[in-house]
T-cell receptor, first 111, second 115 residues
Framework: GNSVTQMEGPVTLSEEAFLTINCTYTATGYPSLFWYVQYPGEGLQLLLKATKADDKGSNKGFEATYRKETTSFHLEKGSVQVSDSAVYFCAFGAGSYQLTFGKGTKLSVIP | DAGVIQSPRHEVTEMGQEVTLRCKPISGHDYLFWYRQTMMRGLELLIYFNNNVPIDDSGMPEDRFSAKMPNASFSTLKIQPSEPRDSAVYFC?????????????FGPGTRLTVT
């Protein structure tokens, strides 16, 4: 069945470090892929998305590329800030209005 | 726009009591989703509506849970009777529904504690 697997956290990084959060998916067809972010005490909000193979989504210095051959959508940022501390969710939509979410990866950035 | 509004933000109740969670979606959005978030199970879709009609309730855990959307601007999720294992954060989200890749806009959530 459809599923999303993302790296387990928590992840702790120093400010200005490079971030990678891995995400792979299992789905039939060609899903659309998303990264959502949840700041403490808030709901999820869309960070970026990609709708077809080789698309790159980007926002706020974060990037992710839709890799069909490896069924992956890894999140990267070149230099994290303390304000990036949050929980990050990988998700996909496979031709319907439902989204399937990963379990989330908690990121803590220390000064 | 005020975004998705949920109430209450926190609810503490005793086992066996009825709990009602409320949601006001963003005006003009055709889709409304109810999710539950726990440490053990992550984020789970419970039910979603299109134009006030329930489309898929396969995620509703059992008959104690029910959801309604009497009009385009209001939805409720009811648990009766509540149990300690229902303790979680419940999110409501809405989406314009123009395409299936539309962003879902989440409310701030209701943290439910059942003692």
């Amino acid at each position: 069945g459809n599923s999303v697997t993302q790296m387990e956290g928590p992840v702790t990084l120093s400010e200005e470090a490079f971030l990678t959060i891995n995400c792979t998916y299992t789905a039939t067809g060609y899903p659309s892929l998303f990264w959502y972010v949840q700041y403490p005490g808030e709901g999820l909000q869309l960070l970026l998305k990609a709708t077809k193979a080789d698309d790159k989504g980007s926002n706020k210095g974060f990037e992710a590329t839709y890799r069909k051959e490896t069924t992956s959508f890894h999140l990267e940022k070149g230099s994290v800030q303390v304000s990036d501390s949050a929980v990050y969710f990988c998700a996909f939509g496979a031709g319907s209005y439902q989204l399937t979410f990963g379990k989330g990866t908690k990121l803590s950035v220390i000064p | 726009d005020a975004g998705v509004i949920q109430s209450p933000r926190h609810e503490v109740t005793e086992m066996g009591q009825e709990v009602t969670l409320r949601c006001k979606p963003i005006s003009g959005h055709d889709y409304l989703f109810w999710y539950r978030q726990t440490m053990m199970r992550g984020l789970e879709l419970l039910i979603y509506f299109n134009n006030n009609v329930p489309i898929d309730d396969s995620g509703m855990p059992e008959d104690r849970f029910s959801a309604k959307m009497p009009n385009a601007s209001f939805s409720t999720l009811k648990i009766q009777p509540s149990e300690p294992r229902d303790s979680a954060v419940y999110f409501c989200a809405s989406s314009p529904g123009d395409t299936f890749i539309d962003e879902q806009y989440f409310g701030p959530g209701t943290r439910l504690t059942v003692t």
